[in-house]
């Protein structure tokens, strides 16, 4: 399918210790803080139904601050009775994380403060401890896997033509909080480069994996995925090596140059805010072809025919397509949107 | 019997899924006997209402909450591997993070499922604070994880109560065989969801194990495939010992068989140089593009090199389990998936050899076709159903279970010789390191002078392969050494090892 514009879900998967979030129903634009929250430290535990002298399941009646408050030193938790009261108080300035099914009370003191941000213009239509999600509508390009933390910022194109990689030498300092375009590939040093000069991501038809692995680490995988951490972000529209842009993908990032941008790392999609009527429809990607040696991936461009059951060099017999740069085996072509 | 040819009916075809499409077996049933017809591979989309699917079903993450003891490690292992879930975290009350440390961990990992295992009763308190810290890392997520719980029945009851707003289950101990298996069915459930026509491939390959093993020789089962890797080992009483890792294997996860082997892992079982990065770059499209054929040899080497690996880090994982020894001496192998399915059987031959490394004779077998997988996925069926299905797909697997070669790894004495049905094969002395291919098909009664290695077995199309590099397989660090070890290796099962 290619680029097309419509409405979308984006779910914002949150970390441990949200103090603060949209309800459903606010109106959010992307980059925008979606949710704030505390990083922990080692929380202290308090006792609370026995000390307090009630049933666990009693605790909830009798508490006097709810889980997620920020708390001081002193503070009450919890308080029962009139004359002879007894009462738990929070032993550290921080917050109350948990209350334990025993009725105990966890307090921890805070470390940090973490943000997330929302990857799409629209509307919050899930907003809990777990995740927010927000839905809106753009253009968007689906790619087959992004790393890093999401990112925000305006499409620039890093390079001239399709078939171009992105070089080092294209990346500076004016591009900051912009999100670079790049084309059949980005250098390894292009992403630590953007990274210095605060380039908000990277797009490009492929990535060099061995880069991706010197940049995010050894366990890193070929399905990506977010990290919270201040790390570069990329998205790869359609392997790993090399992996020249078809037109229909490449001239749109044309026309939407200037425009705000969001990169999802957790779904590997892009969405440009731009109206619809920038594009007059929505295009339809050619399909993609992976190379016989696994090492890139390009569009399946010209005049094709089947060959019937074909032999190829490795030995392997299947049906093949002849295209203009040979016979490849029909399951290497895919649907530009197949899942993958 | 009447009841088992309904069961039978009810399938006249088996979909054996691969990646992305599925391979569609024709079943024929004439007078009770089931046969396999023929078979065409199609996209998975095209579903015939009432077809038997062989698939991998849902991704199960588990994770697991228990006492420190290494032996509960080893056992929550064994579990995991025997229900073809993936353990994504292991929990242990010794653990020396915080509750919000934990908690953070725990949704990290995102289980599907978590197991905790109270193996004695002075263990519950510290699990009820593992299960504190599941409530706050998987608080308001969507589905929550399934929460259960094995082991001392009143310890247990105490960790259920803490597991306030979870669905939870109590199962018998997992340390126990009916406990593995309980564990094993309930998530095979999970993964098969509500798509009742599905046979998982774990249960396919397990009655195949069944099925020849009830033949009365003790068999293992090997599938490497694109996103999994299986070890399935049952003797003639109907016991089985299985390790089902996921995700790993030489196709969609290929990415992942080089997260556990590494780069140079991988990269040393292909016989030829290859720099790190390119390589890398291969196995992440591979990775991503499901059923891709490698069209050129310096792909299908690296599927190999994958293969080889993903079957090494399952036994690992056997191995951390207590099953190492279980599953590498059957004396007979036989292999399925993608590693069965190489154009040369010489290469599903040396993937097995050196990725199995088993100090043991076998006759191998390989299931090139998948035909054997849909043997089994018919015959899981019709057990499922209450038939026993052995009677009517003796005769099918028969026909389908032909030897491919005869191994036979020794440690060579001075002057070794090898005798073959007591004529001697080869007028040269077996010395450390050979390793070669004896023409012979049928019958053999091989000893090797100058050892104990006295053993029977069958060789097919690849004839007997004496194998006496040693175990474990060893092989030089250096391209220049490496690269041509790896060719005479090729060379020997007569391979062509100058591709690429």
Redesign the interface.
């Known amino acids: 399918m290619g680029w097309h514009y419509g409405r979308h879900v984006v779910e914002h998967p949150l970390?441990?210790?949200a103090s603060s979030r949209p309800a459903v129903g606010y109106s959010v634009r992307a980059g925008d803080p979606l949710a704030t929250g505390t990083l922990?430290?080692?929380?202290v535990?308090v006792e609370g139904g026995r000390k307090l002298g009630v049933e666990p399941e009693d605790v909830e009646r009798v508490a006097r601050v709810p889980v997620g408050t920020e708390v001081a030193r002193g503070t009450v938790l919890a308080r029962t009775g009139r004359r002879f009261a007894r009462a738990v108080t929070a032993p550290i300035d921080g917050r109350l994380?948990?209350r334990?099914?025993?009725g105990d009370f966890?307090v921890?003191p805070i470390a940090g403060i973490w943000t997330v941000r929302s990857a799409m213009d629209g509307t919050v239509t899930r907003s809990?401890?777990?995740?927010v999600s927000v839905e809106g509508s753009a253009w968007s390009l689906g790619g087959?896997?992004a790393y890093g933390p999401d990112a925000f910022g305006e499409l620039t194109l890093g390079v001239d033509a399709p078939t171009d990689e992105l070089q080092p030498g294209r990346v500076d300092v004016r591009m900051h909080d912009s999100i670079l375009v790049g084309g059949a590939r980005i250098a390894a040093e292009a992403i630590t480069r953007a990274h210095a000069c605060e380039v908000a991501g990277l797009v490009a038809g492929a990535a060099?994996?061995?880069?991706l692995?010197v940049v995010y680490g050894?366990?890193v995988?070929?399905?990506g995925g977010p990290t919270l951490e201040d790390r570069p972000t990329v998205l790869c529209l359609l392997?790993?090596?090399i992996g020249p842009l078809p037109t229909e993908i490449y001239l749109p990032f044309v026309a939407f140059g200037g425009h705000r941008a969001a990169i999802h790392v957790a779904s590997a999609r892009l969405f440009v805010f731009a109206p619809e009527t920038v594009l007059d429809r929505s295009l339809d990607a050619p399909a993609i072809v992976?190379s016989?040696?696994?090492?890139?991936?390009k569009a399946l461009e010209g005049e094709t025919s089947l060959t019937g059951v074909t032999r190829?060099?490795?030995?392997?017999?299947?049906e093949g397509l002849a295209t203009k740069d040979g016979v490849?085996?029909v399951?290497?072509v895919?649907p530009y949107d197949?899942?993958? | 019997m009447i009841a088992e040819r309904s069961a039978f009916a009810s399938g006249r075809t088996v979909d054996v899924a691969l990646e992305?499409?599925v391979r569609r077996w024709t079943v024929d049933e004439p007078e009770g006997l089931l046969s396999l017809t023929g078979s065409t591979t199609v996209a998975v989309s095209e579903r015939i209402p009432g077809a038997i699917r062989v698939g991998y079903g849902g991704v199960m993450r588990v994770a697991a909450l228990a006492a420190a003891a290494p032996e509960l490690e080893r056992e929550l292992r064994r579990a995991v591997l025997a229900s073809g879930a993936e353990l994504v975290l292991l929990l242990r009350t010794d653990d020396a993070r915080?509750?919000?440390?934990r908690?953070?961990a725990i949704?990290d990992a995102r289980p599907d499922l978590v197991l905790a295992l109270v193996a004695e009763r002075h263990d519950a308190a510290g699990i009820?604070d593992l299960v504190?810290a599941l409530?706050?890392?998987?608080?308001?997520?969507?589905p929550a994880p399934r929460v259960v719980i094995a082991g001392e029945a009143h310890a247990a009851l105490r960790v259920k109560?803490?597991a306030?707003g979870y669905a939870v289950e109590l199962l018998p101990d997992p340390r126990r065989p009916d406990g593995i298996a309980a564990f094993a069915h309930r998530c095979r459930e999970f993964r098969r969801g509500t798509d009742e026509d599905t046979v998982l491939r774990d249960e396919a390959l397990e009655e195949l194990a069944r099925l020849v093993a009830a033949r009365g020789t003790d068999v293992l089962v090997v599938d490497v495939s694109g996103g999994s890797t299986s070890l399935v080992r049952a003797n003639a009483a109907g016991t089985v010992a299985a390790a089902h890792v996921a995700p790993l294997g030489c196709g969609i996860a290929?990415?992942?068989t080089v997260?556990r082997a590494?780069l140079d892992g991988v990269r040393r079982w292909i016989p030829w140089a290859i720099d790190?990065?390119?390589m890398?770059?291969?196995?992440?499209?591979?990775?991503?593009?499901?059923?891709?054929?490698?069209?050129?040899?310096?792909?299908?080497a690296?599927e190999i090199a994958l293969a080889h690996e993903a079957l090494t880090h399952a036994l690992v994982d056997a191995g951390a389990a207590g099953l190492l020894e279980p599953l590498r001496d059957a004396p007979i192998t036989i292999v399925t998936g993608m590693a069965a399915s190489f154009?040369?059987p010489a290469h599903t031959a040396l993937v097995t050899i050196d990725g199995l490394a088993s100090p043991r004779p076998t006759t191998l077998h390989r299931d090139s076709d998948d035909g054997l997988v849909a043997l089994g996925a018919l015959a899981a069926r019709s057990r499922a159903t209450g038939g026993d299905p052995s009677a009517a797909v003796a005769d099918e697997l028969a026909r389908r279970v032909a030897p491919l070669a005869f191994v036979v790894p020794v440690s060579p004495g001075r002057r070794s010789k090898v005798r073959v049905n007591g004529a001697v094969a080869s007028d040269e002395a077996l010395v450390p390191g050979a390793f070669f291919s004896l023409p012979h098909r049928g019958d053999a009664d091989v000893e090797i002078t100058g050892t104990p290695v006295r053993t029977r077995g069958m060789a097919g199309a690849l004839g007997i392969i004496v194998d006496a590099r040693g175990r474990p397989l060893a092989l030089p660090p250096r391209d220049a050494e490496r690269i041509p070890t790896l060719v005479r290796w090729f060379a020997a099962l007569d391979l062509a090892g100058n591709?690429?």
């Open positions: 970390p441990i210790g922990l430290g080692s929380p535990r994380v948990h334990s099914y025993e966890y921890a809990d401890d777990a995740a087959v896997a060099p994996a061995g880069g692995r050894d366990e995988t070929a399905s392997g790993f090596g992976l016989g040696d696994f090492g890139g991936v190829f060099a490795s030995d392997a017999f299947c490849v085996p399951p290497n895919l197949a899942p993958r | 992305s499409r915080s509750l919000v440390e908690a953070a949704r009820v504190e409530r706050l890392g998987c608080a308001d997520r969507t109560a803490a306030v290929a990415d992942r997260r590494g790190a990065p390119t890398l770059e291969r196995v992440f499209n591979r990775a991503r593009w499901p059923d891709a054929v490698a069209a050129e040899a310096s792909a299908l690296l154009t040369r591709g690429g």
